[in-house]
């Protein structure tokens, strides 16, 4: 079956960064950044994007150029015989369905509260109400079934119309909507009455927080979120990878991409940010900030309505551009594998996701008394888990072993493919770096989160639960170790 390409270079850069902004960039960045300094921990972002996100996103760049295929069968085409780099494969294909898991219903909230917002249901609410609308939200399971399904038809249907007249036609479409509405409402709040005070605290570093809150978890924090935030690890992006051409080397590619991701972060805290301090709110609520602070914000503003329904859509059109990038991917692994056509794998893929989505739906309501991670915690807690602590890092290692070791695709072959084309050079001086540097950041970042995660727990839960994050990762330099050559 002759591969699929993007129409345009422009559509490959617009498809991938929709992969890569979502949620995390509008949900996450800003409470994080409020929480930790404002643009003090931006700094630190910023470098971390640049030393660790750009380099592994280069690498399943090329390992998806190289291969023409999905996370499903790349590996096996690069790898030598006698090696065990196609189990990595697991990764990626779990990866996205899990993801896909519990991200179609919270995408499916952004749609509902847009729908509720023109409406006009938060017109004048009291905070209780509110906060009342989200809770009731939680427990109407034929309301968070019905939007979890509408998100994955919407999803889907985009897919079925093929890779350029469905996912890159609809998508650039998306992006250039969703980059006019992030103008308009950061320009909204920019100008609001107090809003001064917000966009000091952005733009100028406060080091004294930053010193308050903790120097290496101020550090951590940052480099936890540039390497989260490009969705890099589960072949996600590797698949936009092998529909594209040889004109353009690899490296520009992803410093384009990066930079839309990062404008759209730092564009959601002009939104978040002057508009918390505009109504004497602390910007680091947490995630209730975008169910619950900000509604209340948009009820007390003059056309209140209407900012809240266009927020909402701006975080629709986030959640459905990664949406369909993964929902392209389990389509991929289904065409690869079987040699099924578009139409059947997408069909086939429907109905499954449908069905494994439902868990994270049942989990707030009638499944509620499931607590896998401990009091408090959902089945969509339990699902996050293992993709953002565990499979997206595990993932980008295993991309960066196999582009650097001698027993994988080597280091030769990934430049040559990476570079191959016009535009920015990867530096070839950057391999030690590469090999280990950048395995070993990835380790310290996987450890931490476990330790952080469970470091409340008895000593003996952590053990157990850092055992089993020792013996993942082992699992991975297992697969790395594994064959006829010695690594480098």
């Known amino acids: 079956m002759k591969r699929e390409k993007f129409g345009s270079r422009l559509g490959f850069i617009l498809v991938s960064a929709g992969c890569a902004i ?15 300094g404002g643009a003090a921990f931006i700094l630190i972002y910023l470098i971390f994007l640049v030393i660790l996100g750009i380099p592994v996103m280069v690498c ?59 409406r006009g249901d938060f017109r004048g609410a009291s905070p209780e109400q509110v906060a009342g609308a989200f809770t009731g939200m939680l427990g109407d399971l034929p309301t968070m079934a019905f939007w979890t399904v509408l998100i994955c038809i919407v999803g889907f249907a985009v ?66 979120q540039a390497f989260f935030t490009l969705s890099i690890g589960i072949g996600a992006m590797l698949i936009f990878g092998s529909y594209l051409g040889r004109d353009h080397r690899l490296t520009g590619e992803a410093v384009h991409i990066t930079i839309l991701d990062t404008i759209v972060a730092l564009t959601a805290g002009f939104i978040v940010i002057p508009a918390c301090f505009a109504y004497g709110i602390e910007p680091d609520a947490g995630p209730s900030l975008v169910f619950i602070t900000l509604p209340n914000i948009f009820a007390q503003m003059k056309g209140g309505f209407l900012w809240n329904a266009l927020f909402f859509l701006f975080l629709t059109f986030a959640a459905l551009s990664t949406i369909i990038a993964v929902f392209e991917n389990i389509i991929a692994f289904d065409m690869d594998l079987f040699g099924w056509s578009r139409k059947k794998s997408v069909a086939l893929s429907a109905i499954l996701m449908i069905l494994l989505s439902m868990p994270a ?69 950057l391999k030690p770096y590469v090999s280990y540097g950048i395995p070993l950041i990835i380790a310290v970042i996987y450890l931490k989160g476990y330790y952080d995660k469970f470091c409340g727990e008895s000593p003996l839960v952590l053990t157990c639960w850092m055992g089993a994050a020792v013996f993942f990762l082992l699992f991975v330099y297992f697969c790395a170790l594994h064959g006829k050559k010695k690594f480098q």
């Open 60 to 118: 399943e760049f090329a390992v998806g150029r190289g291969s023409k295929k999905s996370i499903a069968l790349a590996l096996n085409e690069l790898k030598p015989s006698g090696t065990s780099w196609h189990n990595l494969r697991y990764i990626g294909i779990f990866g996205c369905y899990l993801l896909m898991m519990f991200y179609t219903m919270v995408g499916g909230w952004m749609m509902y509260y847009c729908f509720r917002s023109l």
């Open 159 to 224: 897919c079925a119309l093929g890779l350029r007249s469905g996912v890159e036609k609809i998508t650039k479409f998306m992006m250039a909507a969703l980059l006019i509405i992030m103008l308009v409402l950061a320009v909204h709040s920019i100008f609001l009455d107090g809003a001064g005070a917000g966009i000091r605290f952005y733009l100028i570093p406060d080091f004294a927080k930053m010193v308050n809150s903790g120097i290496g978890n101020v550090v951590f924090a940052a480099l936890s």
């Open 361 to 429: 739906v049942l989990g707030y309501n009638v499944l509620s008394g499931i607590q896998p991670l401990g009091a408090g915690s959902t089945i969509m807690d339990l699902e996050d888990f293992i993709v953002s602590n565990n499979l997206l890092p595990l993932g980008s290692l295993g991309y960066v072993l196999f582009c650097t070791r001698k027993n994988g695709w080597g280091w030769d072959a990934f430049l040559k493919e990476a570079n191959a084309g016009k535009g920015f050079a990867f530096p070839r001086f």
């Open 22 to 36: 979502g949620l995390g960039n509008v949900w996450k960045f800003p409470y994080i950044c409020g929480a930790y």
